[in-house]
């Protein structure tokens, strides 16, 4: 004389006899067969082409936002460094930032660089 439980869920979970077991098998077999297939559905679900796609823009929206946030950072360190520079040094880092930025640009670039240089400095 086994027992055997048996449930439908966690909530219901019912004791059986060895003999009746056997009464209780098709409906067992059919509970058996409804969770392999919602887990099989669940499981598609989450892996679909359309899901995917999504999860995947959505991971590199946020990468894309964290790139600017660390290049704002980095942008803002720089930006410290420059303050302990010298007037020299200082002009010469907006100057080549500047440059990089404007390389085929017209010739007043270097004119417009040395203002905002020289207005950075004095602030």
Known sequence: ???IICSDSINEV???????????????SAIAT???NRAEESMLGWLSKDTLITDLENANDEIMSLK???EKWKALAEGQEWLLKDEKDFKKSILDIYE???AKKSPAHE???N???DTYFNI
Do not use: R
């Open 100 to 102: 990089k930025g404007l």
């Open 68 to 70: 600017g946030e660390l």
């Open 34 to 36: 409804e969770e392999l």
């Open 115 to 117: 203002i905002v240089a």
């Open 111 to 113: 004119i417009l660089a």
């Open 1 to 3: 004389m086994n027992n």
């Open 14 to 28: 019912v004791l059986f006899h060895d003999d009746s077991v056997i009464n209780y098998a098709p409906k067992l």
